[in-house]
């Protein structure tokens, strides 16, 4: 099964269980049935959505300098600009 059959198959089960739940298919007691299946939807994409920011923040927190990548490019850069003024181009 291939990584994408397999989300689709588990967004059809979750989106086939919410609506046995939403259309009270299934005995749920009032309380939930009423307060928490209708705004389910809404805290699953907060939620998800909380979880790529602390991803990305992770991400960015332990983001490697290179600073050989750093002088590498400060040559080249020098080195476009080198060629760039035999051609008659004014580079600030």
Avoid: C
């Avoid at 689709?8 to 989106?15: A, C, F, R, T, V």
């Avoid at 609506?19 to 298919?25: E, S, T, Y």
């Avoid at 749920?28 to 790529?52: C, H, K, M, R, S």
């Amino acid at each position: 099964m291939t990584r994408a059959q397999q989300t689709l198959s588990i967004g059809l089960l979750l989106s086939s269980m919410y609506m046995v739940a939403f259309l009270g298919l299934a005995p749920i007691p009032e309380t939930l049935q009423n307060d928490l299946i209708p705004v389910l939807p809404f805290w699953a994409i907060v939620t998800f959505g909380a979880y790529l920011l602390a991803k990305l923040g992770y991400g960015v927190l332990t983001f490697n300098d290179v600073p050989q990548a750093h002088q590498e490019l400060v040559k080249q850069i020098e080195q476009a600009r080198v060629e760039l003024k035999k051609k008659g181009v004014e580079v600030d």
